[in-house]
């Protein structure tokens, strides 16, 4: 049953809302001054209170103030007078949960409470939800007894609770998400907010992470709060940072030098106390030096970098990890002799995601009886790579690669009529590197007078 402790110098209206408070289930203690109040707070527990704002002695707001430092799950509602509202605002800025304005109907009030105490259930299992959460990811959890993985998970422990920002660098399927949900579960940290960045065009990313005014582009129709801002002082993991636009990598950019940033459309400069971890499956080094990735972000980002191995470098965790998955798709029959060698022999090119997908549809076909090699994909049973499609073949007289690039250049020069943004857009290259790559092979008469200092 809900506690609630109603506060106020008049017995009449204290009377009044236990009678009304009672009737509805509640159990009720009132208090006839703050520090009555204050000496309840300390010897019982109670899930909401009601205080008038003027009083004798401590008043509510210092109350409000007081009693929520030392209780902050309490939620409080304050009783003010009709030309004192102000006052309730201020409550409101203390931490109370609402305000009401005297003479009031006995409804609104009743209708406040329930609103406050569903608030704080609410709450409760939210953090509830958080600390199974936070139990499930967290670093010791991680499968990983090879001498790689044991190395990497060392290293994170070590930059978990710092302010630091992390790179979490490795091949698609190595499992990047789940080394930051562990390094963020090892922080302390409440909100875990995670973005995949590659898979948003650039308008709605930027819109998606720092939020966006009311009217401040067609379909914007409400005020909207980004992934920054719902982080709070939590932890926001950028996926796939490698691949966000040179627009999108100055404006993060100055996310991570300012701690600051503004909605899409505001003026209003909003500060930013979430920590970053970024994730990529690319060569961000590869990628600076092709001027497809910004260095200066690169450096911002890559504070404190963590390789994930791949699973072909670490293949000694290959059979807690089969044992893990079986378990997780409810396959307790186990598996045949022959299945773990087949398992150990194939190279794994989609790491541990792979080998989850292969288990999965194992254990399916299995329907409940020991996995059997049969029951695997034919190319693991034949411990053969799936061939990538492309569409160009090496020939077998071979090929000089420097003519390839050039060659590849002068296609794309022609195909945009010299338009150097749409040449370098379809070569997948930033605008300067085409310079660079026109002055090396001596391309003229497509404007390559300009260097690839002044292209920008």
Not at 45 to 69: Q, Y
Request: glycine fraction near 10%; hydrophobic fraction near 40%.
């Amino acid at each position: 049953m809900s506690r609630i402790l109603i506060v106020d110098d008049e017995p009449k209206l204290r009377s009044l809302l236990s009678m009304a408070l009672g009737a509805e289930g509640l159990n009720v203690a009132e208090a006839d001054s703050g520090e009555s109040a204050l000496d309840a707070l300390s010897r019982g527990e109670f899930d909401a209170m009601i205080t008038d704002v003027r009083m004798p002695g401590i008043t509510g707001l210092e109350l409000v103030k007081r009693a929520k430092a030392d209780k902050p799950r309490l939620e409080c509602i304050v009783m003010t007078a009709h030309a004192d509202a102000g006052t309730g605002v201020e409550a409101m800025r203390l931490g109370a949960f609402e305000y009401v304005t005297k003479p009031f109907e006995m409804d609104e009030m009743l209708l406040l409470v329930k609103s406050a105490l569903e608030k704080g259930k609410l709450r409760e299992e939210v953090a509830e939800l958080r600390v199974r959460e936070t139990g499930r990811y967290r670093l010791e959890k991680i499968i990983g007894n090879s001498k790689p993985m044991q190395e990497v998970i060392r290293q994170a422990k070590m930059v978990a609770g710092r302010e630091t920002t992390v790179l979490v660098r490795g091949k698609s399927g190595t499992g990047k998400e789940l080394m930051a949900r562990g390094i963020h579960a090892e922080s302390g940290r409440d909100a875990f907010v995670a973005v995949n960045c590659g898979a948003l065009p650039e308008n709605l990313l930027e819109s998606e992470l720092f939020g966006h005014e009311k009217g401040s582009f067609t379909g914007a129709h409400a005020q909207k709060i980004g992934f920054f801002e719902r982080a709070g002082n939590g932890t926001i993991f950028l996926d796939e940072i490698g691949d966000v636009t040179a627009a999108m990598q100055v404006k993060l950019l100055r996310v991570l030098q300012e701690r600051e940033f503004m909605r899409v459309g505001g003026t209003r400069v909003i500060r930013t106390l979430a920590r970053v971890i970024a994730a990529t499956h690319r060569n961000l080094e590869e990628e600076v030096a092709k001027g497809g990735f910004r260095e200066d972000l690169y450096f911002r980002l890559n504070v404190f970098p963590i390789f994930v191995p791949s699973l072909a470098e670490r293949m000694d965790d290959v059979p807690p990890l089969a044992d893990a998955f079986l378990k997780k798709f409810g396959h307790t029959a186990g598996m045949a002799d022959g299945v773990m060698p087949r398992l150990l022999e194939y190279s794994w090119p989609g790491n541990v995601r792979e080998l989850e997908n292969c288990l999965e549809r194992a254990a399916i076909i299995a329907a409940g009886a020991p996995l059997e090699a049969a029951h695997l994909p034919e190319h693991i049973r034949q411990k053969k790579v799936l061939e990538r499609p492309s569409a160009f073949r090496l020939p077998e007289t071979g090929l000089s690669l420097d003519e390839l690039e050039k060659s590849l250049v002068l296609q794309a020069l022609d195909m945009t009529s010299g338009n150097k943004t749409k040449a370098a857009s379809l070569l997948g290259i930033s605008r300067r590197a085409l310079y660079s790559k026109m002055h090396t092979h001596g391309i003229r008469g497509y404007g390559a007078e300009e260097t690839p200092e002044t292209a920008g």
